[in-house]
């Protein structure tokens, strides 16, 4: 047997499981998508005449606002760099998630793209055009900002991949014999050597 052939492959193909695990945040990425531009349908029906709804006094509220930039309404004048952005995020976050082999990521990730695409989707084909489009939000939070359901999803998602990081959850196991390759050459601690 040659060497080569003794050596174990250090980047291992997606497994049965990433497919399987791929599916389901794919639906969940579908249900972001459903509910929030079911809530901005409703938003924009409701609020468009300048109409405000106390949810939690003045610490929740729903009022309608296009927001053509990124959060705190960053970046106005160039909308078709977040709707570049948001189409480059869809597309690695795609990536991701057809590589994915954890339940806690895959949460994640389908609570990412669901958002990612339904804000993508804004920018492509809301007023005032395409790759223009200002994005419809309408959950006020105080004096605070104002956001959507697609906010809360990437929101959600992100702190969720932060949680798993620190865990140390990877997006897929590392596999046994890549451990132990790494394992053999970590340099040994000399016990001699005060600490």
Do not use: C
Not at 15 to 35: D, G, K, N, T, Y
Not at 42 to 53: C, F, M, P, R
């Amino acid at each position: 047997m040659t060497p080569a052939a003794q050596t174990p492959p250090l980047t291992p193909t997606r497994s049965r499981r990433a497919s399987r695990l791929a599916w389901p945040a794919f639906a969940i990425a579908l249900v972001v998508i459903l509910v929030d531009q079911a809530s901005k349908w409703w938003a924009v029906a409701e609020l468009d005449n300048g109409k405000v709804i106390p949810v939690i006094g003045d610490l929740i509220r729903f009022v309608l606002v296009y927001n053509p930039g990124a959060a705190f309404s960053i970046g106005a004048n160039f909308t078709w760099i977040f709707a570049v952005l948001a189409a480059a995020a869809v597309v690695w976050i795609t990536v991701l998630t057809w590589r994915v082999e954890s339940r806690g990521w895959m949460i994640a990730l389908g609570l990412l793209l669901g958002g990612a695409t339904t804000h993508l989707g804004d920018r492509l084909f809301r007023e005032p055009g395409f790759a223009r489009g200002h994005v419809v939000d309408f959950i006020g939070y105080g004096n605070l900002f104002i956001g959507n359901v697609a906010d809360i999803a990437i929101f959600t998602g992100a702190v969720m991949l932060a949680v798993l990081t620190v865990m140390g959850v990877h997006l897929r196991p590392v596999p046994p014999e890549v451990a132990a390759h790494e394992d053999e050459r970590a340099p040994e601690k000399n016990d001699d050597t005060p600490s």
